[in-house]
């Protein structure tokens, strides 16, 4: 369909099996994730993407540990293992995905002190990635999302696509959560909330 975009969420070597911040599950969805690129006519992938030493890595903090929280200037930020750095096997796309057909990458989390979830816009809020005003001038309304992980970065990027005015789908099926801290049924709830479609299937 000509006003629909697929979005594949940070199918990346660090967030699946063996990875450093291996979501449980992440592997099995490749070929569902696979199908839903083949049966698109539009297809994004989005990146996580940190400079070495990037402010939400534990490792950056004395004395703190992966996935505790501290406030940051824009207020509190989960602390992660050190994953998706720029340039290292660790931040390539798994190898079995299917990356050919993507039009575009959008990259995210590459400033320093400021940690992205979401594909549109930063942790602090306001720090914009540019994605939305991308999908806009292409004319695409409505943006089917997969991916990893389902409680932050897929989460976050179909709030944020909702908000922004277009219509939105999550393929829950073809994704896998973190789910850390109840943040898997609270992010399912915050999306239902939000008008985010999460019956859609592969
Ligand atoms: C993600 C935590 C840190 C994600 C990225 O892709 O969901 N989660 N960086
Ligand atoms: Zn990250």
Redesign the pocket.
């Known amino acids: 369909m000509a006003n629909e975009a697929l979005i594949v ?2 199918m990346q070597n660090d ?1 699946c099996e063996g990875g450093a ?1 291996a979501v449980p599950g992440a592997n099995a969805i490749v070929p569902l994730v696979n199908r839903l690129i083949g049966r698109h006519d539009h297809v994004v992938l989005t990146q ?1 993407w940190h400079p070495a030493g990037h402010a ?1 890595f534990a490792s950056s903090w004395k004395d703190a540990t992966p996935f505790s929280s501290v406030q940051f200037p824009y207020g509190p930020q989960t602390l ?1 293992p050190v ?2 750095v720029q340039g290292t096997p660790g931040a390539e796309f798994h190898p079995e995905l299917n990356v050919h057909k993507a039009q575009m990458v959008a990259r995210k ?1 590459f400033h320093t002190g400021i ?1 992205s ?1 979401s594909a549109f816009r930063e942790n602090d809020r306001m720090t914009r990635t540019g994605l939305d005003g991308y999908l806009k001038a292409r004319g695409f309304t409505k943006l089917i999302l997969c991916g ?2 389902l409680d ?3 989460a976050w990027s179909a709030i944020d696509a909702r908000q922004a005015g277009f219509d939105v789908a999550v393929v829950v099926e073809a994704t896998a959560a ?1 789910d850390l801290d109840g943040s898997k049924k609270r992010m399912l709830k915050e999306m239902r909330q939000g008008g985010i479609n999460l019956n859609a299937t592969a």
């Open positions: 969420v940070d967030f911040l996580d939400s992660w994953h998706c989390g940690d979830y990893l992980a932050y970065c897929v973190i």
